[in-house]
């Protein structure tokens, strides 16, 4: 059973500060991983998706990726209260057939960030 | 990024009646589309996967005699909820896979709450 693990939180964090999102995958054959962002009663929107190890910034948003650990994470520096949501990571699947490229999400973290 | 609409965003219909929800790919042809449930403060839930011009496949567990899918073109997909119960009341949520950047990145529609009273 192909799985993402993500630590459901909340994760409290005061304005201003790193917060840091964590995320594990099972399958070794994932290539490409994306974190999403939702906010209560909505849809989840596409912030920024990985698939070379190491680094990837994109504003306030850093996405990292250590394939041999099977880990990613997404750090948000300078964190505003308009922040405060569920975060989704998403690993696409290296399986075949109709599954394949499908992405796998884990159940989310919730991030409150306090004024 | 890419635009998924959904259409309607919210619905109240009676037991025993039926709901058709819209998926529509607004800039970009998707293949691929996806439909989920949520329950309130619970994760997404896959409920089946929709290929263009092929029947969809259900994830297990998902009753595809209930929730009939047909992605009919490159651009829509559409969802009914048939003889709807209070049971399927929850936010159902399409996404569409955009082929054109070979990272299989989905974007997410922004949803339909349904209420069956």
Known sequence: QKEVEQNSGPLSVPEGAIASLNCTYSDRGSQSFFWYRQYSGKSPEL????????????????????????????????????????????????????????????????????? | GAVVS??????????????????????????????????????????????????????????KDKFLINHASLTLSTLTVTSAHPEDSSFYICSARDPGTGFYEQYFGPGTRLTVT
């Open chain 1, 47 to 115: 912030i920024m998706f990985i698939y070379s190890n190491g680094d990837k910034e994109d504003g306030r948003f850093t996405a990292q990726l250590n394939k041999a650990s099977q880990y990613v994470s997404l750090l948000i520096r300078d964190s505003q209260p308009s922040d405060s949501a569920t975060y989704l990571c998403a690993g696409q699947s290296a399986g075949y057939g109709g599954s394949q490229g499908n992405l796998i999400f884990g159940k989310g973290t919730k991030l409150s960030v306090k004024p």
């Open chain 2, 6 to 63: 959904q259409h309607p965003s919210r619905v109240i219909c009676k037991s025993g009646t039926s709901v058709k929800i819209e998926c529509r790919s607004l800039d970009f042809q998707a293949t691929t589309m996806f439909w989920y449930r949520q329950f309130p403060k619970q994760s997404l839930m896959l409920m089946a996967t929709s290929n263009e011009g092929s029947k969809a496949t259900y994830e297990q567990g998902v009753e």
